[in-house]
């Protein structure tokens, strides 16, 4: 037995400042070799152990004091990254991608000594794998080994605990991670991008029920709620999220909502548990994040302990977590800081929902938008009956703004409290007021690079301003001013510039268009750009071309044809383009096309060569 006392101190010196809502930190210990996943039992007598993986084989830790954890045994195993673990009845279960096959440890011998043995599946040949779970009957699901093309191999322990035999496999896709409970067996087919539900009240002869694309299509793992209504899935890869399913209805699985740990930083999520309404994330770079998953259509950050320094994409940090300890205690393990002993405090979000409708109609409005101002990542779109929900991790009196083009924003204070969803229904008035188009005023203040644009005031929401130089590419801005300063423009260039209002009653009208000059040093006669008909640039283009119309009417359709006249390549034409479509011709085969735009009042026309 090694009682660790010093490292514990130092980790709580060094850690002590580190992110964190929600969760203490009670101990660390910083490994030698690098950590894979983590596990825990709890013994008939209420003792806690941890049963952790690295590099180098298998730690069994009594934490039943979680400040000062024993380290009582190390099992030597082959070297490998991944060391994956499962526990059943007081049996835990071992699998890497190295070789050994299945390390099956008896822990009832703890605090003594526990005795193990090492498994090829009673002679069935199991050598490696990548993830293990064991069911609450005694089957122990293997994932990813090296038999049946890595799909789910089941092991009955009830027959032999120590050397459980082979019973029946899915055989079908290979399988990365996978859950199991009761008749009902959850794979994530990481290489197929979905997860797949199966029946297995016959272990013999797994029947498929259905299969579901996870967003980022990269299905890393699968834990269903307690009830079994609904499935949470991460993807493992860059900016990848933990996503939620309603799966009451396997015929017709509804997607809720994806959840980020940290937008924008491009994070990845690894290992995802749900307890107790809440899921619980081993999120590399980002530590373990405890997400309130109550209403999983709106996942809220509730709670988070920064395992690791870094932050951002890439594959170090927590690998794993388990948060299933009687105590409370959550257990980390990250793979180059080590072991972490958490205490975490389970803290619900608040939430408001309700219902968006028309004043005058009564009909449900789709597509509104609803935020609570002054919280980032609030701002969610009603659904088709109008529905909506958002929320806060604190209490505190919000103000809740509804909005859509066409009606006028709604602004409603609301008082939120943790654990409550208000419920709160929003009547949208329809605005009919229209704007006339605005008129350009002109461009002045005009300089080798830059010109002050000036249009009318015509009430509108806002106001798009469109400028580029003479068969060259354009740049839009949106301001609620009716002024704007553009930089960064070429010397000795003709411009054009054109305005759109965006009206309250959600209609568009657009200016004619000006023009202005830029001037400069080394202009010259003759600088000023040539326009034609049609301008198409680069030519010859062997990926990204684009195509400008004269008179800048907006371009509604645009296809490619080939030397016989056939239609090779159509473009996807946004409205309001201002008369400039791109067009990305690189899976066009090298040679002579020929460039058809139609503006709904004339068509253009011009050559195009591909080369690659």
Same mark, same amino acid.
């Given at each position: 037995?090694?009682?660790?006392?010093?490292?514990?101190?130092?980790?709580?010196?060094?850690?002590?400042? #580190?992110?964190?809502?929600?969760?203490?930190?009670?101990?660390?210990?910083?490994?030698?070799?690098?950590?894979?996943?983590?596990?825990?039992?709890?013994?008939?007598?209420?003792?806690?152990?941890?049963?952790?993986?690295?590099?180098?084989?298998?730690?069994?830790?009594?934490?039943?004091?979680?400040?000062?954890?024993?380290?009582? #045994?190390?099992?030597?195993?082959?070297?490998?990254?991944?060391? #994956?673990?499962?526990?059943?009845?007081?049996?835990?279960?071992?699998?890497? =991608?190295?070789?050994?096959?299945?390390?099956?440890?008896?822990? +009832?011998?703890? /605090?003594?000594?526990?005795?193990?043995?090492?498994?090829?599946?009673?002679?069935?040949?199991?050598?490696?794998?990548?993830?293990?779970?064991?069911?609450?009957?005694?089957?122990?699901?293997?994932?990813?080994?090296?038999?049946?093309?890595?799909?789910?191999?089941?092991?009955?322990?009830?027959?032999? *605990?120590?050397? /459980?035999?082979?019973?029946?496999? @899915?055989?079908?896709?290979?399988?990365?991670? !996978?859950?199991?409970?009761?008749?009902?067996?959850?794979?994530?087919?990481?290489?197929?991008?979905? %997860?797949?539900?199966?029946?297995?009240?016959?272990?013999?002869?797994?029947?498929?029920?259905?299969?579901?694309?996870?967003?980022?299509?990269?299905?890393?793992?699968?834990?269903?709620?307690?009830?079994? #209504?609904?499935?949470?899935?991460?993807?493992?890869?860059?900016?990848?999220?933990?996503?939620?399913?309603?799966?009451?209805?396997?015929?017709?699985?509804?997607?809720?909502?994806? %959840?980020?740990?940290? /937008? $924008?930083?491009?994070?990845?999520?690894?290992?995802?548990?749900?307890?107790?309404?809440?899921?619980?994330?081993?999120?590399?770079?980002?530590?373990?994040?405890?997400?309130?998953?109550?209403?999983?259509?709106?996942?809220?950050?509730?709670?988070?302990?920064?395992?690791?320094?870094?932050?951002?994409?890439?594959?170090?940090?927590?690998?794993?977590?388990? *948060?299933?300890?009687?105590?409370?205690?959550?257990?980390?393990?990250?793979?180059?800081?080590?072991?972490?002993?958490?205490?975490?405090?389970?803290?619900?979000?608040?939430?408001?929902?309700?219902?968006? &409708?028309?004043?005058? +109609?009564?009909?449900?409005?789709?597509?509104?938008?609803?935020?609570?101002?002054?919280?980032?990542?609030?701002?969610?779109?009603?659904?088709?009956?109008? $529905?909506?929900? &958002?929320?806060?991790?604190?209490?505190?009196?919000?103000?809740? =703004?509804?909005?859509?083009?066409?009606?006028?924003?709604?602004?409603?204070?609301?008082?939120?409290?943790?654990?409550?969803?208000?419920?709160?229904?929003?009547?949208?008035?329809?605005?009919?007021?229209?704007?006339?188009? /605005?008129?350009?005023?002109?461009?002045?203040?005009? &300089?080798?690079?830059?010109?002050?644009?000036?249009? @009318?005031?015509?009430?509108?929401?806002?106001?798009?301003?469109?400028?580029?130089?003479?068969?060259?590419?354009?740049?839009?801005?949106?301001?609620?001013?009716?002024?704007?300063?553009?930089?960064?423009?070429?010397?000795?260039?003709?411009?054009?510039?054109?305005?759109?209002?965006?009206?309250?009653?959600?209609?568009?009208?657009?200016?004619?268009?000006? @023009?202005?000059?830029? !001037? $400069?040093?080394?202009?010259?006669?003759?600088?000023?750009?040539?326009?034609?008909?049609?301008?198409? %640039?680069?030519?010859?283009?062997?990926?990204?071309?684009?195509?400008?119309?004269?008179? =800048?009417?907006?371009?509604?359709?645009?296809?490619?044809?080939?030397?016989?006249?056939?239609?090779?390549?159509?473009?996807?034409?946004?409205?309001?383009?201002?008369?400039?479509?791109?067009?990305?011709?690189?899976?066009?085969?090298?040679?002579?096309?020929?460039?058809?735009?139609? &503006?709904?009042?004339?068509? %253009?026309?011009?050559?195009?060569?591909?080369?690659?």
């Amino acid at each position: 037995m090694q009682k660790i006392v010093l490292t514990a101190c130092l980790g709580l010196s060094v850690l002590s400042a #580190q992110a964190q809502l929600n969760v203490d930190l009670l101990y660390q210990n910083d490994y030698p070799e690098n950590m894979s996943n983590i596990w825990g039992w709890t013994a008939p007598g209420g003792e806690e152990y941890v049963i952790l993986g690295s590099f180098d084989g298998t730690y069994l830790i009594d934490i039943t004091d979680p400040s000062s954890p024993d380290e009582l #045994q190390f099992i030597d195993g082959n070297n490998s990254t991944w060391r #994956q673990i499962a526990v059943w009845d007081h049996y835990a279960y071992v699998v890497n =991608e190295s070789g050994g096959g299945l390390l099956c440890i008896d822990l +009832s011998g703890l /605090p003594g000594t526990a005795a193990y043995a090492f498994s090829d599946a009673d002679g069935a040949g199991l050598t490696t794998a990548h993830q293990v779970w064991a069911d609450e009957n005694g089957y122990v699901y293997v994932f990813g080994s090296n038999l049946d093309g890595g799909s789910s191999v089941i092991l009955n322990a009830n027959a032999d *605990p120590m050397d /459980p035999p082979m019973v029946g496999s @899915t055989d079908t896709w290979y399988v990365h991670h !996978g859950f199991a409970r009761g008749d009902t067996l959850y794979e994530s087919n990481i290489y197929q991008g979905w %997860f797949s539900v199966w029946d297995v009240s016959d272990k013999s002869m797994p029947v498929l029920l259905a299969t579901q694309e996870t967003p980022g299509t990269f299905t890393h793992n699968v834990v269903p709620s307690d009830n079994g #209504q609904f499935l949470f899935t991460t993807d493992e890869k860059s900016n990848g999220s933990l996503a939620a399913y309603d799966i009451s209805d396997l015929s017709d699985i509804q997607y809720q909502s994806e %959840f980020r740990a940290n /937008p $924008g930083t491009s994070s990845i999520p690894h290992y995802a548990w749900y307890f107790d309404g809440f899921v619980v994330t081993a999120w590399y770079k980002d530590g373990v994040i405890i997400t309130d998953a109550t209403h999983p259509e709106f996942m809220i950050k509730t709670g988070y302990y920064d395992t690791h320094p870094g932050s951002g994409s890439g594959f170090s940090g927590a690998w794993g977590c388990y *948060p299933y300890f009687p105590s409370g205690t959550l257990v980390v393990s990250d793979i180059s800081e080590g072991f972490f002993v958490l205490h975490p405090i389970y803290v619900h979000a608040s939430f408001v929902e309700g219902t968006i &409708t028309d004043s005058d +109609s009564g009909l449900p409005v789709f597509g509104a938008t609803a935020s609570l101002l002054t919280l980032s990542g609030t701002t969610v779109s009603s659904s088709l009956d109008g $529905g909506y929900i &958002t929320g806060a991790v604190a209490d505190g009196i919000y103000t809740l =703004e509804v909005s859509k083009a066409g009606y006028a924003t709604a602004s409603i204070p609301v008082s939120l409290s943790a654990g409550v969803t208000l419920a709160e229904d929003i009547l949208l008035e329809p605005v009919t007021a229209t704007c006339e188009s /605005p008129v350009i005023l002109g461009a002045s203040s005009i &300089t080798s690079s830059s010109a002050y644009l000036d249009w @009318t005031n015509v009430g509108a929401d806002q106001y798009s301003v469109i400028y580029k130089k003479v068969g060259g590419s354009g740049t839009i801005h949106t301001t609620t001013a009716t002024n704007y300063l553009a930089t960064g423009l070429e010397s000795c260039s003709t411009y054009k510039w054109a305005v759109r209002a965006s009206c309250p009653d959600g209609s568009k009208k657009k200016s004619v268009f000006g @023009t202005f000059f830029t !001037g $400069g040093a080394s202009c010259r006669d003759g600088a000023l750009t040539v326009v034609e008909d049609i301008s198409v %640039f680069p030519n010859p283009a062997a990926d990204i071309i684009t195509v400008v119309v004269a008179d =800048e009417a907006d371009i509604t359709s645009l296809l490619v044809l080939d030397v016989l006249g056939n239609m090779v390549l159509q473009a996807t034409v946004s409205a309001d383009n201002f008369g400039m479509v791109q067009l990305d011709c690189s899976a066009l085969a090298a040679g002579s096309y020929r460039i058809i735009a139609e &503006t709904g009042e004339q068509f %253009f026309t011009a050559p195009l060569q591909v080369i690659h």
